[in-house]
């Protein structure tokens, strides 16, 4: 039984970009996880060992980018992604990264990624 595990608008302050004022100061960004894996074991047991711990792996990706410095969210994305595909439930993930900030002209701007 494939379920899909979905964290929202995870919100984490980070140094991101490649410009010198983004290299100096922390920027917002938002994180929306899917992650998709076998529930047939949780639900039938109902037991948290063998479920996707969402708020355990919220709490370190937000650890993880909060402490980061990536230039590109193309490669942040992928580490974050490489980082959930550690556990071994997980059977696919898909990350989107917004950067509200990131211009003047737009509301949003971010990457979506896939694996």
Same mark, same amino acid.
């Not at 998709?36 to 039938?44: E, R, T």
């Not at 909060?66 to 898909?94: C, F, K, M, T």
């Given at each position: 039984?494939?379920?899909?595990?979905?964290?929202?608008?995870?919100?984490?302050?980070?140094?991101?970009?490649?410009?010198?004022?983004?290299?100096?100061?922390?920027?917002?960004?938002?994180? *929306? !996880?899917?992650?998709?894996?076998? =529930?047939?074991?949780?639900? &039938?047991?109902?037991? /948290?060992?063998? +479920?996707?711990?969402?708020?355990?792996?919220?709490? *370190? !990706?937000?650890?993880?980018?909060? =402490?980061?410095?990536?230039? &590109?969210?193309?490669? /942040?994305?992928? +580490?974050?992604?490489?980082?959930?595909?550690?556990?071994?439930?997980?059977?696919?993930?898909?990350?989107?990264?917004?950067?509200?900030?990131?211009?003047?002209?737009?509301?949003?701007?971010?990457?979506?990624?896939?694996?």
């Amino acid at each position: 039984m494939m379920v899909t595990i979905f964290i929202e608008e995870l919100s984490v302050e980070t140094i991101i970009g490649v410009y010198e004022q983004e290299r100096t100061n922390k920027q917002p960004l938002l994180i *929306d !996880i899917e992650m998709q894996y076998d =529930a047939k074991q949780a639900s &039938l047991s109902d037991n /948290l060992r063998y +479920a996707l711990d969402y708020h355990k792996i919220s709490n *370190d !990706i937000h650890a993880f980018v909060a =402490a980061s410095s990536y230039q &590109l969210i193309e490669a /942040l994305a992928h +580490a974050i992604a490489d980082r959930i595909l550690i556990n071994p439930l997980v059977e696919a993930v898909d990350i989107k990264i917004s950067k509200p900030l990131a211009l003047d002209k737009a509301n949003n701007v971010g990457i979506r990624l896939s694996r």
